[in-house]
């Protein structure tokens, strides 16, 4: 069967589910493998929501596709937190969006974002790095969803397998062990959490997809 539709036993084919109209472009930058994985979560939060598509870039990629990032409806922003802040890669990422999105009439504006970090220590300085990308999206007048999870692991019930362990509001936290390679950091809760992530922005960007062109057409009338 190809990928047009699906068969069934007595042979007669269904129409495969449309295409998503609504996409959601996560742009990361992981320098070993870590932050990598957090993303992958991301996305697959994402996918566990019918009809949102996902386009799942690197900031060196994302800086060769900014026409991909210009037609998505939410973009998630990812890095790791290098001495207390996003990596230079993603800074380098943010500073080129100036020229190629801001300056070319704020191309972004409306769409709406969010982030997610990881890093070596439980804290790590990870909301220096959050703050970041949230003010990164203001810059861009996008519209900054949060994690919408209750902290946790704060109390003699709680434990480290518990869904935002690390207790951030902001958006998706991720602890790796630095001796730790990415086959296993981040624990399984951080992604987890990331998925939780995923799956939420997808909700949101649904709800402005579908909701916005009914606004649109009553602020027009
Ligand atoms: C240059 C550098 C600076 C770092 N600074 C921090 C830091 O400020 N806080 C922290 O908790 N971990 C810090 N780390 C640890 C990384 O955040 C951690 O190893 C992370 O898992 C790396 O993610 P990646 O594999 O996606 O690059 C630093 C690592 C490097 C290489």
Redesign the pocket.
Known sequence: MDSTGTSDKDGSVEPAPPAPTTRIAIVYH???????RQAEAVAAGIRQVRGVGVLLLTTDEAQMRWEELNAVQAIVFGA?????AGSASFKAFQEASSNAIMAKGYLWKDKIAAGFT????QS??KLSTLLQMALFAAQHGMHWVNLDLPPANCSSTGSDEDLNRLGFWLGAAAQ?N?DHG?DLAPPEADLATARHLGQRVASVALQFTLGREPALAALAG
């Open positions: 992981s320098g070993y493998g870590h932050t990598a790791p937190t290098y001495v207390g990881n890093s070596g220590t790590g300085d790796s630095v990415p």
